[in-house]
């Protein structure tokens, strides 16, 4: 051990996160004391971010496979093939804890690390996605982090170059201490040009590529393996700082350095930074690995190896070269403004070694830092089924014209466009629907064809019944691509639970994974990829379960994709999957009556399929000019949503039940869509829903200035519209107060 490395202690050990049984396993696998810097890539790799430990059990549950799949989990994002011989590559990511402590920087280099995940596998980013959630709107802290990290993904994502195109964005008092900032990036590669990690052959060059190393985010992948006590401020040192512009050119130096033959295996510094990219590209191969830290180029004086192994500094990329290639390589990024520089080789001896100032800092066995990490199961307990509320167990307390202006000024259904106008939706050219719809739609090249793109989850179905919500959430994102015309292939996704360690939340876990997987095989939407985000608590308090889901559909022509917006007066508005009937655990039970109770709606997925296939079929026959799917509010959100886009009212005036009509209007029943077709063709359309099984009912028809809903007095569009708009924007003009 090196003079200057402190000695090993119980404290020290509990410092990076391991517990004891954790730290004996270690000692046992290395038949000593470790070393400092052992100690920290121990840490490192061990920790829950970077192994999963309390996840993969479960994880290994998922459907993963489908003929268009190319490469499942387990790599730095998925990979499907998209026919002519592309391939679409997609992950999402999470950088919660980072946010929370530093919203600007947290949030920019979750966008830079997602990025470098897809290109890392030879693809080009053509679009950027997030889910965001936030505290209450009158936590004292919420419009600095809203300001912060919307800045931070608007600023990385415009400098580098990429469109953003689609997000969510949520408000609920369980995230005040714990943020969401999840991620998610898209790119296209040749399908037979895609780029792994797997490292082979002996004495081969291990090239650092990139930015300089510095202190930035020493413990970042530590830290966000732990949930937040009083001292979540004093953590801001472990925050890394991303730069977009070097990223940029992180990026076409390693797309020319591919195409030129040169790279053998290549991986992202991500958590836990060399520490992490080195062992994952020996693991892979069977190989070992050693490194010569001298050679590692450095911003910042006198680090040592603790510091290089554990930093997470950004736009970095470790790669394993062909010999004869090396003057290439190294051309191509001097070319480009970039340090590269050959830090180490491959090795045939299975271990892991670390050298700095020529002495052994750590020589750890490669495989096992993976292979025999803790993996947990955890005891875990199922949540509580909660009661069924029906109508007349809800009683509204205002007319059902006020509640749908107070639902379209709520914090959660208002117009994001705050937040999405700070966002490049259009750069790159090929953004045909950006924000504000189900989905996204992105040409590719010159289509006609392109992908369709959504995020989505809903946290308060998932916190009343796990499995039913995993089911939702993946349903919902499987209606969103279909609503816009696309067949959707395949998803990513970002399971956000509190402390594991806790049975109730580790219940909610296994809950959500089995509603995830029980819905991706019925609708043969296969999970490729993904990230697990645990311990979001603070001071003993979990957030609501929130497993966000990206979806990615294919559009065959982008000119015959669906969008929201009536069209013109005179169309048809119909209603596809039946009446409304669920309030349990809807925005309307929520919002207006203040209640957040009951069973959230279930989900028939035979239904939700069936329902999906024929709105689908309608689309690609260009005999619908709306559609939109039913979700948070119910109908008469969705209807709300589609006039105010289309500038253009409804007058509905057909379906719903006698009483009331707040369970028709606000109800949140799964697998719906609210379509607009030509009047004419509206009675050959229901007809044909009937031989199929498909309820479709008409509820009225488009034209004028308002929205009237059955039995009330109509809603002019422009008060409507200023409801809808308006909170937002007046939320984040008012002051901005940090709690420091």
């Given at each position: 051990?090196?003079?200057?490395?402190?000695?090993?202690?119980?404290?020290?050990?509990?410092?990076?996160?391991?517990?004891?049984?954790?730290y004996?396993?270690?000692?046992?696998?290395?038949?000593?004391t470790?070393?400092?810097?052992?100690?920290?890539?121990?840490?490192?790799?061990?920790?829950?971010?970077?192994s999963?430990?309390?996840?993969?059990?479960?994880?290994?549950?998922?459907?993963?496979?489908?003929?268009?799949?190319?490469?499942?989990p387990?790599e730095?994002?998925?990979?499907?093939?998209?026919?002519?011989?592309?391939?679409?590559?997609?992950?999402?990511?999470?950088?919660?804890?980072?946010?929370?402590?530093?919203p600007?920087?947290?949030?920019?280099?979750?966008?830079?690390?997602?990025?470098?995940?897809?290109?890392?596998?030879?693809?080009?980013?053509?679009?950027?996605?997030?889910?965001?959630?936030?505290?209450?709107?009158d936590?004292?802290?919420?419009?600095?982090?809203v300001?912060?990290?919307?800045?931070?993904?608007?600023?990385?994502?415009?400098?580098?170059?990429?469109?953003?195109?689609?997000?969510s964005?949520?408000?609920?008092?369980?995230?005040?201490?714990?943020?969401?900032?999840?991620?998610?990036a898209?790119?296209?590669?040749?399908?037979?040009?895609?780029?792994?990690?797997?490292?082979?052959?002996?004495?081969?060059?291990?090239?650092?590529?990139?930015?300089?190393?510095?202190?930035?985010?020493?413990?970042?992948?530590?830290?966000?393996?732990?949930?937040?006590?009083?001292?979540?401020?004093?953590?801001?040192?472990?925050?890394?700082?991303?730069?977009p512009?070097?990223?940029?050119?992180?990026?076409?130096?390693?797309?020319?350095?591919?195409?030129?033959g040169?790279?053998?295996?290549?991986?992202?510094?991500?958590?836990?930074?060399?520490?992490?990219?080195?062992?994952e590209m020996?693991?892979?191969?069977?190989?070992?690995?050693?490194?010569?830290?001298?050679?590692?180029?450095?911003?910042?004086?006198?680090?040592?190896?603790?510091?290089?192994?554990?930093?997470?500094?950004?736009?970095?990329?470790?790669?394993?070269?062909?010999?004869?290639?090396?003057?290439?390589?190294?051309?191509?990024?001097?070319?480009?403004g970039?340090?590269?520089?050959?830090?180490?080789?491959?090795?045939?001896?299975?271990?892991?070694?670390?050298?700095?100032?020529?002495?052994?800092?750590?020589?750890?066995?490669?495989?096992?830092?993976?292979?025999?990490?803790?993996?947990?199961d955890?005891?875990?307990?199922?949540?509580p089924?909660?009661?069924?509320?029906?109508?007349?167990?809800?009683?509204?307390?205002?007319?059902?014209?006020?509640a749908?202006?107070?639902?379209?000024?709520?914090?959660?259904?208002?117009?994001?466009?705050?937040?999405?106008?700070?966002?490049?939706?259009?750069?790159?050219?090929?953004?045909?629907?950006?924000?504000?719809?189900?989905?996204?739609?992105?040409?590719?090249g010159?289509?006609?064809?392109?992908?369709?793109?959504?995020?989505?989850?809903?946290?308060?179905?998932?916190?009343?019944?796990?499995?039913e919500?995993?089911?939702?959430?993946?349903?919902?994102?499987?209606r969103?691509?279909?609503?816009?015309?696309?067949?959707?292939?395949?998803?990513?996704?970002?399971?956000?639970?509190?402390?594991?360690?806790?049975?109730?939340?580790?219940?909610?876990?296994?809950?959500?994974?089995?509603?995830?997987?029980?819905?991706?095989?019925?609708?043969?939407f296969?999970?490729?990829s993904g990230?697990?985000?645990?311990?979001?608590?603070?001071?003993g308090?979990?957030?609501?379960?929130?497993?966000?889901?990206?979806?990615?559909?294919?559009?065959?022509?982008?000119?015959?994709?669906?969008?929201?917006a009536?069209?013109?007066?005179?169309?048809?508005?119909?209603?596809?999957?039946?009446?409304?009937?669920?309030?349990?655990r809807?925005?309307?039970?929520?919002?207006?009556?203040?209640?957040?109770?009951?069973?959230?709606?279930?989900?028939?997925?035979?239904a939700?399929?069936?329902?999906?296939?024929?709105?689908?079929?309608?689309?690609?026959?260009?005999?619908?000019?709306?559609?939109?799917?039913?979700?948070?509010?119910?109908?008469?959100?969705?209807?709300?949503?589609?006039?105010?886009?289309?500038?253009?009212?409804?007058?509905?005036?057909a379906?719903?039940?006698?009483?009331?009509?707040?369970d028709?209007?606000f109800?949140?029943?799964?697998?719906?869509?609210?379509?607009?077709?030509q009047?004419?063709?509206?009675?050959?359309?229901?007809?044909e829903?009937?031989a199929?099984?498909?309820?479709?009912?008409?509820?009225?028809?488009?034209g004028?200035?308002?929205?009237?809903?059955?039995?009330?007095?109509?809603?002019?569009?422009?008060?409507?519209a200023?409801?809808?708009e308006?909170?937002?924007?007046?939320?984040?003009?008012?002051?901005?107060?940090?709690?420091?």
């Amino acid at each position: 051990m090196s003079a200057a490395e402190p000695e090993i202690t119980d404290a020290l050990v509990a410092s990076h996160g391991l517990k004891p049984d954790e730290y004996a396993r270690f000692v046992a696998l290395l038949g000593r004391t470790p070393s400092f810097t052992e100690l920290g890539i121990v840490s490192a790799m061990w920790n829950e971010h970077c192994s999963y430990k309390s996840s993969r059990i479960h994880l290994r549950k998922l459907p993963t496979s489908a003929p268009w799949v190319i490469q499942g989990p387990g790599e730095n994002a998925g990979v499907i093939d998209i026919g002519d011989g592309l391939a679409c590559v997609f992950k999402m990511e999470s950088h919660n804890h980072p946010s929370f402590i530093e919203p600007y920087q947290g949030a920019g280099t979750g966008v830079g690390g997602i990025l470098r995940d897809v290109f890392t596998m030879g693809a080009r980013p053509v679009a950027c996605l997030n889910f965001l959630r936030f505290g209450a709107p009158d936590h004292p802290k919420t419009r600095h982090l809203v300001a912060g990290v919307v800045a931070g993904i608007g600023g990385y994502g415009n400098s580098f170059g990429v469109p953003t195109v689609g997000g969510s964005v949520g408000f609920h008092k369980r995230y005040d201490g714990n943020i969401l900032v999840n991620a998610m990036a898209v790119g296209i590669a040749r399908a037979d040009e895609i780029f792994y990690a797997k490292a082979t052959g002996v004495g081969n060059p291990i090239v650092y590529l990139g930015s300089k190393t510095g202190r930035d985010g020493i413990h970042g992948a530590t830290m966000a393996s732990a949930a937040f006590e009083a001292d979540a401020e004093e953590k801001r040192p472990t925050v890394q700082v991303g730069d977009p512009f070097a990223e940029k050119l992180l990026l076409e130096a390693c797309l020319e350095l591919m195409a030129s033959g040169a790279v053998i295996a290549i991986q992202d510094m991500g958590a836990a930074g060399l520490t992490s990219s080195a062992v994952e590209m020996g693991a892979k191969g069977d190989l070992g690995i050693e490194l010569d830290l001298d050679a590692v180029p450095c911003r910042e004086t006198g680090m040592t190896a603790y510091e290089m192994m554990l930093s997470e500094s950004q736009e970095r990329m470790l790669m394993v070269l062909h010999p004869e290639k090396a003057a290439i390589a190294e051309a191509i990024f001097r070319k480009w403004g970039l340090d590269f520089a050959a830090i180490g080789k491959t090795t045939d001896d299975l271990r892991f070694v670390v050298k700095r100032h020529g002495k052994v800092m750590a020589d750890l066995p490669i495989k096992e830092l993976g292979d025999q990490a803790p993996a947990y199961d955890r005891p875990w307990i199922a949540t509580p089924k909660q009661p069924i509320l029906s109508a007349p167990d809800i009683a509204p307390p205002m007319s059902n014209h006020d509640a749908l202006l107070k639902l379209v000024a709520s914090p959660d259904l208002c117009s994001k466009r705050w937040v999405y106008e700070q966002y490049d939706s259009l750069i790159l050219g090929n953004t045909i629907e950006g924000p504000g719809g189900d989905a996204a739609v992105v040409r590719l090249g010159d289509g006609p064809k392109g992908l369709a793109l959504t995020t989505d989850a809903t946290p308060r179905y998932c916190e009343a019944d796990p499995v039913e919500g995993g089911k939702q959430a993946v349903a919902e994102a499987w209606r969103n691509l279909i609503a816009v015309g696309a067949r959707p292939l395949a998803l990513t996704d970002n399971l956000n639970f509190g402390n594991p360690e806790k049975p109730e939340a580790m219940g909610q876990f296994v809950g959500c994974l089995a509603g995830i997987g029980e819905a991706a095989r019925a609708l043969d939407f296969p999970i490729v990829s993904g990230n697990v985000s645990l311990y979001n608590e603070t001071m003993g308090a979990g957030i609501l379960p929130t497993p966000a889901i990206g979806g990615v559909g294919l559009v065959d022509d982008v000119a015959k994709a669906a969008t929201i917006a009536f069209k013109s007066a005179g169309e048809a508005v119909l209603l596809v999957g039946g009446a409304g009937t669920w309030l349990g655990r809807s925005a309307y039970l929520e919002t207006i009556c203040g209640r957040e109770e009951g069973a959230p709606p279930p989900v028939d997925l035979v239904a939700e399929r069936r329902n999906g296939q024929f709105v689908f079929a309608l689309i690609r026959a260009g005999r619908l000019t709306a559609v939109h799917d039913i979700s948070d509010g119910g109908l008469a959100v969705a209807l709300a949503e589609m006039a105010v886009a289309g500038r253009l009212g409804a007058h509905i005036d057909a379906g719903a039940p006698d009483g009331a009509g707040h369970d028709f209007l606000f109800g949140e029943d799964q697998g719906r869509y609210v379509v607009a077709a030509q009047a004419a063709q509206a009675a050959a359309i229901v007809d044909e829903a009937k031989a199929a099984g498909v309820a479709v009912q008409r509820l009225g028809t488009t034209g004028g200035d308002a929205l009237t809903l059955p039995g009330e007095a109509p809603i002019l569009l422009a008060d409507l519209a200023t409801a809808f708009e308006s909170w937002l924007p007046a939320f984040m003009a008012g002051p901005q107060r940090e709690i420091a």
